[in-house]
């Protein structure tokens, strides 16, 4: 099952890079193809969600405190977990946290004000 899991992980993971570099490529080379856009947007999305259901799937298995899963962590799966941890800090809503947070209010009346 842990081979399995890992596998599709893995494999999720990559699809979601050949679709994101294929956004970026079509973004750029034709910037007003919005129905193409929107369908690998789509698709991005929907395989980045798998991704990150299946990295869950892995923690509440590898980290299930009833069972003692630690010595299953292999190359493979501290990769996965490396990229999700690395995936969930690129893709955390940055803007909700700095532009809402009181201290960044202040910061920006503060500004407008010595202007």
Known sequence: MLTTLVTCAFTM???????????LYTKRVHPNDAPR????????????FVFVFLMSILLLYLFNP???NVHRITKETKLLL?????????????NVFVTEAPWFQDLRRVLSNSS
């Open 13 to 23: 993971k990559v699809v979601f890079i050949v679709l994101a570099i294929t956004y």
């Open 37 to 48: 856009l929107n369908k690998l947007q789509y698709w991005k999305d929907r395989v980045e």
């Open 66 to 68: 009833y069972a003692n």
């Open 82 to 94: 490396y990229l999700f941890g690395f995936i969930l800090i690129l893709t955390a809503q940055w």
